[in-house]
């Protein structure tokens, strides 16, 4: 079962409006992960926030995260073409025995000039 | 450096047939795991590595082998493909395991888009 649920799953914005991206999860974590992915391309780690951390900024990203409701925020401010990508939040997990990352079913962005 | 690589990009196979995808890293990372991504799916992980001579089994292994005989190595085996396993198929690497700590950056590949007839 996938842990981490983006929402939405799909958003149509125009240039130089923001993205926000939304994430739950299910269980406790030490930290989650945002990920990107161009078409056809594999995934590119964005920002990783602990879980003793409330907000984390990279350039035009802005993280935040909320322990007590499990949910985690991306946003992309004054937003590019080139920001055209699938997002993932990614939580880490020790279940069932295995040591891994698992990943939502993504929000897919697409930015318009 | 060139990161994680993985060969080959395409690949189309008939039913029963069997292949190795190849995954190799040179940062000297410990861990390393393989994904499969289906179409509006997030990635699931088929099998993974915390070190040379180590693997374990991910959520979906049925029909995967692996193994680690080196830090920078870290092949996959499809036995007998059946068309259930078309997919994209990512391998990725990092210093610690995902569970660490501290947590660590994903280090991935391009993918092997492969097709099962």
């Known amino acids: 079962s996938q842990q981490g649920e983006e929402d939405p799953q799909a958003l149509s914005i125009q240039e130089g409006e923001n993205a926000t991206m939304n994430c739950s999860y299910k269980?406790?974590?030490?930290?989650l992960q945002w990920y990107r992915q161009n078409s056809g391309r594999g995934l590119v780690h964005l920002i990783l926030?602990?879980?003793?951390?409330r907000e984390k900024h990279s350039g035009r990203l802005r993280v935040t995260l909320d322990t007590s409701k499990k949910s985690s925020s991306l946003l992309i401010t004054a937003s590019r073409a080139a920001d055209t990508a699938s997002y993932f939040c990614a939580t880490p997990s020790f279940s069932g025995g295995y040591n891994k990352l698992i990943f939502g079913a993504g929000t897919r962005l697409a930015v318009h000039p | 450096n060139a990161g994680v690589t993985q060969t080959p990009k395409f690949q189309v196979l008939k039913t029963g047939q069997s292949m190795t995808l190849q995954c190799a890293q040179d940062m000297n990372h410990e861990y390393m795991s393989w994904y499969r991504q289906d179409p509006g799916m997030g990635l699931r992980l088929i099998h993974y590595s915390v070190g040379a001579g180590i693997t374990d089994q991910g959520e979906v292994p049925n029909g995967y082998n692996v193994s680690r005989s080196t830090t920078e190595d870290f092949p996959l085996r499809l036995l007998s493909a059946a068309p259930s396993q078309t997919s994209v198929y990512f391998c990725?690497?990092?210093?610690?395991?995902?569970?660490?700590?501290?947590?660590?950056?994903?280090?991935f590949g391009p993918g092997t888009r492969l097709t099962v007839l």
């Open positions: 269980t406790s974590i030490n930290n």
């Open positions: 990725a690497s990092s210093s610690y395991p995902p569970s660490s700590g501290s947590g660590d950056t994903q280090y």
């Open positions: 926030i602990r879980s003793n951390e």
